[in-house]
C-alpha cells in the first residue's frame, strides 16, 4: 500500500516534469530533500534521547504505572483492545500529553515509544492494528492547545496579535479529531465486515 | 487564556523533570543509569525511522519540484472558490497533510502577500496549528515498527484534515 503510494508520487511527479519541462529541478530538489532528511534526524535526536532516558526512569520507578492507572478510565474506552494497566497506554497518555502542550519534540519519541509497545499486541506484524489506527487517528489530527510554531511565526511577521488563532486552532482540531475518531470506528467496521 | 496556556507550557518541562526524578529517587531507582539507558535507545530508533523520512521527504519533493502540486491546488482552487472558500488558502490545504515545512512555507508566503491580521493569514494560521503533517506521521510511526499495510490510517488523516480545513474557513469566517 505505502509501496504503491510513494510509487505514484514518484513517478506522477517525474512524468508531469517532463510534461511541464521542469526536469530541470527535480535532481537539486531530491538531493535536498535527503540532506534535509539527515538535519531533521540529527536535530530529533538530542531531543529524542532526552525524553526516552526521562521515560526510562518513570517505567523504572513505576510512575508511568501509577500515571496508567489514574489515567485509563479516560483512554481506555478509545482503545478497547489494549489490555487493563499495558504499558501502551502510558505511551500514549504521555504522547497525547505532549501533543496537548504543543511539544512536539517530546511527543515523538513518546509516540514511536507507543507503536513499539503496540506492536507486541499486533497478532499481524505487518499490517496495522486497530489500536494503531485508533492512536494515529489522534496523532494526525492533533490535539493541540498552544500551536507554538504558528505563534512564533505570526510574531515574527509582525502580526498586531499573534496568540488570536488559539481559540479558532481549538475549535478547528476538535473537529478534525472528533471527525478523525468516528471515521476510525466506521472504517474498522466495515473493513472487518469484507 | 493563552497566557494561562503558555505558562503551563513553560512550567511543565522543568516541574516534570523534578517530579520524575524526585519521585525515582523515592522509590530508589539509579536515576541516572535508567535515564542514560533509555537515552540510548534514541539511537536505534532515529535509525529505525530515517529511511521512511528520507523516502517521503524525497517523493514530496518530487511532487512539488515537478509542479504537480500546484496544478492540483489550482485545478481544486476551480472548484471551492464558489463555495465560499477563499482559494488562497487552497495551496495551504495541500501541503498540510504531505509537508509540516512546505506548509510553514506556504504560510509565510501568504503572511508576506495579505498579512498575518487578514481572513486569509488567520485561516491558514488555524490550518497550519489544526492539524498534523499526516503522510509524515504515518511513514515515521508505521516505518519504525515495520507496517507497510496501513489498513485505513490514511484514509482517516486525509479525511481529518479536509474537516480541520472546513472547520478553520467557516470558524475563522465566523469569528473574524
Known amino acids: 500500500m505505502v509501496n504503491t503510494l510513494w510509487l505514484a508520487m514518484i513517478l506522477g511527479g517525474i512524468a508531469y516534469a517532463v510534461y511541464a519541462g521542469t526536469l530541470a529541478e527535480l535532481t537539486p530538489a531530491i538531493f535536498a530533500a535527503a540532506e534535509t532528511a539527515v538535519q531533521l534526524i540529527i536535530g530529533m535526536l538530542g531531543v529524542m534521547a532526552f525524553w526516552l532516558g526521562m521515560a526510562k526512569v518513570m517505567e523504572r520507578s513505576g510512575l508511568m504505572q501509577l500515571f496508567v492507572r489514574i489515567l485509563q478510565p479516560i483512554i481506555r474506552p478509545i482503545f478497547p483492545s489494549i489490555p487493563r494497566g499495558h504499558p501502551a497506554l502510558g505511551s500514549i497518555l504521555l504522547n497525547l500529553t505532549a501533543n496537548l502542550l504543543g511539544l512536539g519534540n517530546a511527543a515523538t519519541p513518546l509516540g514511536l515509544a507507543a507503536m513499539k509497545q503496540l506492536q507486541t499486541l499486533n497478532p499481524r506484524p505487518r499490517e496495522a492494528s486497530d489500536a494503531m489506527c485508533t492512536f494515529l487517528a489522534l496523532n494526525t489530527s492533533c490535539i493541540t492547545l498552544i500551536p507554538s510554531t504558528v505563534i512564533a511565526v505570526r510574531a515574527a511577521s509582525g502580526a498586531a496579535r499573534p496568540t488570536d488563532i488559539i481559540g479558532t486552532t481549538i475549535i478547528s482540531t476538535l473537529v478534525a479529531t472528533s471527525v478523525a475518531l468516528l471515521m476510525d470506528r466506521l472504517l474498522r467496521q466495515v473493513r472487518r465486515g469484507r | ?176
Open chain 2, 1 to 176: 487564556m493563552s497566557l494561562v496556556i503558555s505558562g503551563i507550557a513553560q512550567w511543565f518541562v522543568p516541574v516534570l523533570i523534578l517530579l520524575v526524578l524526585g519521585f525515582a529517587q523515592w522509590r530508589r531507582v539509579k536515576v541516572f543509569e535508567a535515564f542514560t539507558e533509555g537515552a540510548k535507545e534514541s539511537l536505534s530508533v532515529a535509525s529505525a525511522i530515517f529511511p521512511f523520512l528520507l523516502a517521503m521527504l524525497v517523493a514530496i519533493a518530487v511532487l512539488r519540484a515537478s509542479g504537480l502540486l500546484a496544478l492540483v491546488a489550482g485545478l481544486c482552487g476551480t472548484i471551492l472558490t464558489p463555495l465560499g472558500i477563499p482559494a488562497e488558502v487552497l495551496p495551504m490545504a495541500l501541503m498540510r497533510p504531505i509537508s509540516g515545512s512546505g506548509s510553514l512555507g506556504v504560510l509565510t508566503d501568504l503572511f508576506k502577500q495579505y498579512g498575518p491580521d487578514s481572513l486569509i493569514g488567520r485561516i491558514a494560521s488555524t490550518m497550519q496549528g489544526s492539524t498534523e503533517t499526516t503522510i509524515y506521521v504515518l511513514a515515521v510511526y508505521f516505518g519504525s515498527v515495520g507496517i507497510s499495510n496501513y489498513r485505513h490510517a490514511l484514509v482517516v488523516g486525509l479525511v481529518a484534515d479536509l474537516a480541520a480545513f472546513l472547520a478553520a474557513v467557516w470558524v475563522c469566517k465566523l469569528i473574524f
